[in-house]
C-alpha cells in the first residue's frame, strides 16, 4: 500500500494543510510520498521532505503547473498514479478543482472530505451540513480521497525524504491561465487561524461590521469570519463565509457575534475547541453549542470587549 499526497502549494511554501493529510495518509498505513507541484517550489518541497513519515517527494516544478489549472495538474497525477493504492490532498478549492478530475479520468468514485480513517479501506465523512457521519467503504483498488483538515493534527517534522523531479505530464491545453485576484489581509488565513471573530446578520450594516467586529479581532490576532447572511447582505466579503457553503474551520476559539447558528453554519464551526457566543436572543441555537455564551446587545458589548481588552 502506497498513498500519493498531493501537496498544497501557496506561491513558494508548503500550505499547512497537508500535513494534516499526511496524517490521514499514515493511519491508511503504508508508504507515503507526496507529489509537490508548481513554479518555484523547491522550498515547499524541501519542507514537505522535513514531514516526519514521509518516504519521497516527487517535484513536478513548472510553469504549466504555476495556476493550479485543473487539467494539466489531473493529467499529471493520473500519469503517475499507475504507482499508487490512494491519492490523498487536503480539501481545499484547489483539490476540489482537480481530485474530481482525477477520480473521473480513473474511473473511480472519489471519497470526499473524511474526517476519520476506520481501516484502510472504510472511511468517516460528513453528510447533511454535519448533521450525520456516514461510513464509507470504497472497493475502489485505486482510492482518491479529499482529506477534512480541521478533523486531522498536522504531523511535525522529523522527516528526511529523498527529493525526486519528476518530468512534467503531456498538458492537454485545454484551459489557459488568464489572471486572479487574491484578497490580500495581514490577518491570519481563516482556515488556520487560532482565533475567529465572525460576525452576523446582527451586525445590521458593513460598517458597522468594521466599527464593531474588526477592532476587537484586531486586539485578539483573530481572522474574520461571517455568517452567510452577513456575506449576502454584503457586510463581509464572501471569502470570510464560514460554513456548509463556505470554509470549515476548527479554531482553539471562536466567537459568533450576531450569528442564529442555523445548521448551515454549525457545520463551519461546531468542531471549534472554544465557541463563545453573544446574541441578544437566548433561545438562538448558537448558545447549544457555545461554552460561553452572553445573551446581549452587541454593540455596547463589542465597545466595551475593546476597551477591556485595550487595557491587556
Ligand atoms: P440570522 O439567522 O438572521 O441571525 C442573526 C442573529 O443576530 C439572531 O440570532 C439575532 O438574535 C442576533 N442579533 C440581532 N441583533 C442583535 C444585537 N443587536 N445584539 C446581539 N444579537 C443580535 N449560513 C452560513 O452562515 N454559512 C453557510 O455556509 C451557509 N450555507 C448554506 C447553505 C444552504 C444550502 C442554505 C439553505 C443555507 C445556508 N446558510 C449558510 C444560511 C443559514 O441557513 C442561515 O440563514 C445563516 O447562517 C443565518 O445567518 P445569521 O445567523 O447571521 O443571521
Redesign the pocket.
Known sequence: MTALIVAEVTESALAPSTAKALTAALQIGGGVHILVAGKNVGPAAEAAAKLSGVEKVLVADGAAYGHHLAEPLAALIVGLAGGYDAILAPSTSSSKNVLPRVAALLDVAQVSDIIKVVSADTFERPIY?GNAIQTVRSKDAKKVITVRTASFTATGEGGSAAIEAIGAGSDPSVSSFKSEALAKSERPELTAAKIIVS??????SSENFKEYIEPVATRLGAAIG??????DAGYAPNDL??????KVVAPDLYVA?????????L??MKDSKVIVA????EE?P?FQVADYGLV????P?LKELDAELAKA
Open positions: 451540513a460576525g452576523g446578520r446582527g451586525l445590521a461571517a455568517s452567510r447572511a452577513a456575506v463565509q464560514v460554513g456548509q457553503t463556505g457575534i450576531g450569528i442564529s447558528g442555523a445548521i448551515q453554519h457545520a463551519g453573544i446574541n441578544k436572543d438562538a448558537i446581549a446587545d452587541l454593540f458589548t
